[in-house]
C-alpha cells in the first residue's frame, strides 16, 4: 500500500489534517488481506517525530520515506517531494530485498509516487483514487464565495486534475469506490470501463453493530444526553463536509422540532489555523441563526468511544457538499442509527433509499431539514431505518467483502502478470521478504 499524507499510524488520531477516511481504509484493507495470508507493506511519508518502520500487526507494518522536511505538507502539494520520495523509497526496498505482487496506491499524491516505485520494481501498478478533483471542483463551484483563484490556490485543482488522468491511465487498475466515480472516470478522465473495478469502503462489523434499546439509553445517559432528539455528525473540520450546510438545515428544523440539538462532534484533537477558522464561522453562524444554545460543539471523538457515539444518536446525518462516499454513514447504519445522507456523493447510489438510508441535498436547507424532520417525527420510518441499515451494512460493507472484491479485480484483469509471467494471486502466496529489524521468514 502506498498512502502519502496526513499521520498514517498504527492507531491514526482521525480528524486531524488530512487523517480520516482513507487512512481507515487503508489499515483496515491491510489487515483483513493479512488475515487472507498476504503480507502488507503500508508505505507513507515520515515527518515529525514519526518512526521509520511502525508495526500495525502480526502481517502488516508501516515504512515511512522522509521527504520534504518534518514538518507537515498539505496533500494538494506533497506531489512536489515525490522525487525525493521514490529516490529514498528505491534505496529501502534496494538495501532490504523488498519484493510485492502489486503495489495499490491510495489518492492522487500517492498515485505520483507509487507509478514510480512499481516502475522501479517491475510489478503491477493499482491506483484507489478516493476522490476525483473533476468532481470535487465542480460541486465545489456551486457556492464557493471566495472566487475561482483563492479556490485554485487552496486546492491546486489544475495540478491535481492532470496528474489523476495520468496516474488513472496508466494504472493496471483502477478501484473505484462508487458507481459514480465509475462514471466521472469514463467521462472526465477517459478511463474505460474494463479499466475499472467498483469496490466500495468497509466498515469494521466486530465495532459497529446495534445493541438493545435499553442499552442505547444506558449509553445516552452516559454520555450526559438527555432525552431530547439528538442528530449527530462526525468528520473532519474541512469545508467540504458542510457542517454550515448542516447548521443552517437544522436550523430549519428547529422550527418544528424545538427540543432537537445538534451534536457536531468534528475535528482532531488538535486543530490546525485553518480548522480554527471553519469552527469559529460555524459557532458564529449558530448565532446568526438562534441556535447557538442547541447546537454542541463537542469536538474530537477518541475511536474507543465512537461506536457509542453513534448508537446514542437519534438520526446521522453526512451533509457533504463533496463526499466520494461517507464511511461515517456505513459506520452509523451498522450501529442501527438512521441516516441522511447526501445527495453529492457515492453512497446513496449503492442504498435502497426509504428503507436503508434516507438523502437529501445539503445545498437545499429546507430539503436537509425536512429529511431530517422525518425521521424525528415517524416513529415507522425511524424504526425501518434502524432495522434495515444495519442489514444493508453486513451485506455489502464489511472489510472482508472489500477485501475480496480487490482480490478478485486484481485476478480478473488481464496483463496483471510480472515479468517472469506467473504472478498470481491467491491467499498464503506471498513470497518471504526481510523487513527492517526483523525477519518474516
Not at 128 to 151: I, N, Q, V, Y
Not at 258 to 273: D, F, T
Not at 372 to 394: D, F, S, W, Y
Request: net charge positive.
Amino acid at each position: 500500500m502506498v498512502s502519502t499524507h496526513g499521520y498514517v499510524t498504527a492507531h491514526p488520531p482521525l480528524g486531524a489534517e488530512d487523517t480520516g477516511g482513507q487512512v481507515v481504509y487503508v489499515l483496515e484493507l491491510s489487515k483483513r488481506l493479512a488475515a487472507l495470508g498476504y503480507e502488507v507493506d503500508v508505505w507513507t511519508r515520515r515527518f515529525a517525530d514519526l518512526a521509520d518502520v511502525e508495526p500495525v500487526s502480526e502481517r502488516v507494518r508501516i515504512l515511512r520515506v522522509p521527504c520534504g522536511g518534518r514538518a507537515f505538507i498539505p496533500k494538494e502539494y506533497l506531489y512536489r517531494h515525490a522525487a525525493e520520495w521514490c529516490e529514498g523509497a528505491r534505496r529501502l526496498a534496494r538495501e532490504h530485498g523488498l519484493t510485492y505482487d502489486f503495489v495499490d496506491s491510495h489518492y492522487w499524491d500517492a498515485g505520483v509516487m507509487a507509478a514510480r516505485l512499481a516502475r522501479d520494481l517491475g510489478v503491477p501498478h493499482v491506483h484507489t483514487p478516493h476522490s476525483l478533483g473533476l468532481w470535487k471542483r465542480d460541486r465545489m463551484l456551486e457556492d464557493w464565495t471566495d472566487g475561482p483563484e483563492a479556490m485554485e490556490r487552496k486546492y491546486n485543482f489544475r495540478e491535481r486534475i492532470a496528474h489523476e488522468r495520468a496516474v488513472a491511465r496508466d494504472a493496471a487498475l483502477v478501484v473505484a469506490t462508487s458507481h459514480q466515480q465509475l462514471d466521472i472516470l469514463a467521462s472526465g478522465y477517459g478511463v474505460p470501463s474494463s479499466h475499472v473495478a467498483v469496490v466500495p469502503p468497509g466498515y469494521d462489523d466486530r465495532r459497529f453493530f446495534p445493541v438493545s434499546e435499553r442499552r442505547r439509553r444506558a449509553i445516552r445517559a452516559r454520555l450526559g444526553w438527555g432525552d431530547e432528539p439528538v442528530v449527530l455528525a462526525i468528520g473532519r473540520l474541512a469545508r467540504n463536509k458542510g457542517y454550515d450546510l448542516l447548521v443552517d438545515g437544522f436550523a430549519r428544523l428547529a422550527r418544528r422540532e424545538p427540543a432537537a440539538r445538534l451534536h457536531l462532534a468534528v475535528g482532531g484533537a488538535q486543530r490546525s489555523p485553518a480548522e480554527e477558522a471553519i469552527l469559529q464561522a460555524l459557532l458564529a453562524q449558530a448565532r446568526s441563526l438562534g441556535v447557538e444554545r442547541r447546537v454542541d460543539f463537542a469536538g474530537y471523538v477518541s475511536d474507543a468511544e465512537l461506536p457509542d457515539v453513534y448508537r446514542a444518536a437519534d438520526c446521522f446525518v453526512l451533509s457533504s457538499r463533496y463526499e466520494p462516499f461517507g464511511m461515517t454513514a456505513v459506520e452509523a447504519m451498522a450501529c442501527g442509527t438512521p441516516v441522511v445522507a447526501t445527495l453529492h456523493g457515492g453512497l446513496h447510489r449503492a442504498l435502497a433509499v426509504g428503507s436503508d438510508a434516507l438523502v437529501a441535498d445539503p445545498l437545499d436547507a429546507a430539503a436537509l431539514g425536512s429529511a431530517i424532520g422525518q425521521v424525528l417525527e415517524t416513529p415507522r420510518l425511524r424504526n425501518r431505518l434502524r432495522k434495515m441499515g444495519p442489514r444493508r451494512a453486513r451485506a455489502v460493507f464489511t472489510w472482508d467483502a472489500v477485501a475480496r472484491q480487490v482480490l478478485a479485480g486484481v485476478r480478473d484483469r488481464p496483463g496483471m502478470l510480472d515479468a517472469s509471467g506467473t504472478f498470481e494471486l491467491r491467499p498464503g502466496t506471498a513470497s518471504p521478504r526481510s523487513v527492517v529489524g526483523r525477519s518474516r521468514r
